[in-house]
């Protein structure tokens, strides 16, 4: 590919994973700090980044980016990421409906295992399925911490909520989510840009935020 060939794949796409290995030298640094510049530049942004660092994205959260992979790349970030043998990945490649997702959970448990070990993993697994079923286990979901000034007034608005924590870049972003009836809150759709919150919506100190059908996030006081 030429340069403007490169440069026009970049704009045309939103969402990049940048990898190195697992103990990477100058070059490969700078190589990879040279691109997120680069993309910063077509107006991309860092909003939904994922780190290898717990304390940056937690265990769970690195769990759940690799359980929402799209449907077509699941079996080539299995290929590519995870150490599982070719002969039982080869036997995914047919899989669909509930399948894909068993394969989606098995991307997710494999490289959160490879970089945070078993139990984190096991504890990313459960979490999840524990959400998905209904059971609402918020013990190892992301969370995010308000302080006083957050609640400006004593409330805070659900666009300003979800840029502070980290669900959405932009309250541009998070406007076209909530009208697109993509946000709930306290398990209930919220429609109205306008909404706000306040101490009293907390249920012993915590709100659960759930972003489109699968990232849910615990916000407290």
């Given at each position: 590919?030429?340069?403007?060939e490169?440069?026009a794949?970049?704009?045309?796409?939103?969402?990049?994973?940048?990898?190195?290995?697992?103990?990477?030298?100058?070059?490969?640094?700078?190589?990879?700090?040279?691109?997120?510049?680069?993309?910063r530049?077509?107006?991309k942004?860092?909003g939904?980044?994922?780190w290898l660092?717990?304390?940056?994205?937690?265990?769970f959260e690195?769990?759940?980016?690799?359980?929402?992979?799209?449907?077509?790349?699941?079996?080539?970030?299995?290929?590519?990421?995870?150490?599982?043998?070719?002969?039982?990945?080869?036997q995914?490649?047919?899989?669909?409906?509930?399948?894909?997702?068993?394969?989606?959970?098995?991307?997710?448990?494999e490289?959160?295992?490879?970089?945070?070990?078993d139990?984190?993993?096991?504890?990313?697994?459960?979490?999840?399925?524990?959400?998905?079923s209904g059971?609402?286990?918020?013990?190892?979901?992301?969370?995010?911490?308000?302080?006083?000034?957050?609640?400006?007034?004593?409330?805070i608005?659900?666009?300003?909520?979800?840029?502070?924590?980290g669900?959405?870049?932009?309250?541009?972003?998070?406007?076209?989510?909530?009208?697109q009836?993509?946000?709930?809150?306290?398990?209930?759709?919220?429609?109205?840009?306008?909404?706000?919150f306040?101490?009293?919506?907390?249920?012993?100190?915590?709100?659960?935020?759930?972003?489109?059908?699968?990232?849910f996030?615990?916000v407290?006081?």
């Amino acid at each position: 590919m030429t340069v403007s060939e490169v440069a026009a794949y970049l704009r045309a796409h939103d969402k990049y994973l940048i990898l190195t290995h697992r103990r990477p030298d100058g070059d490969t640094l700078g190589c990879a700090a040279a691109l997120c510049a680069m993309l910063r530049q077509m107006g991309k942004t860092a909003g939904n980044a994922v780190w290898l660092d717990p304390n940056k994205t937690s265990p769970f959260e690195f769990y759940q980016y690799w359980r929402n992979v799209g449907d077509a790349d699941v079996l080539k970030c299995i290929r590519m990421l995870t150490f599982l043998p070719l002969e039982q990945i080869d036997q995914m490649a047919d899989w669909e409906g509930a399948k894909l997702n068993e394969a989606k959970d098995i991307l997710a448990y494999e490289l959160t295992k490879l970089v945070h070990g078993d139990e984190e993993a096991d504890k990313a697994r459960q979490a999840s399925k524990a959400l998905f079923s209904g059971a609402g286990d918020a013990a190892h979901m992301p969370t995010t911490e308000l302080t006083n000034d957050d609640l400006g007034g004593g409330q805070i608005n659900i666009l300003n909520l979800m840029v502070r924590c980290g669900l959405c870049a932009s309250k541009g972003e998070a406007r076209r989510l909530v009208q697109q009836g993509g946000v709930s809150a306290v398990e209930e759709k919220v429609t109205d840009i306008g909404k706000t919150f306040s101490e009293t919506d907390f249920s012993e100190g915590q709100l659960i935020l759930k972003k489109g059908k699968k990232v849910f996030h615990k916000v407290t006081l």
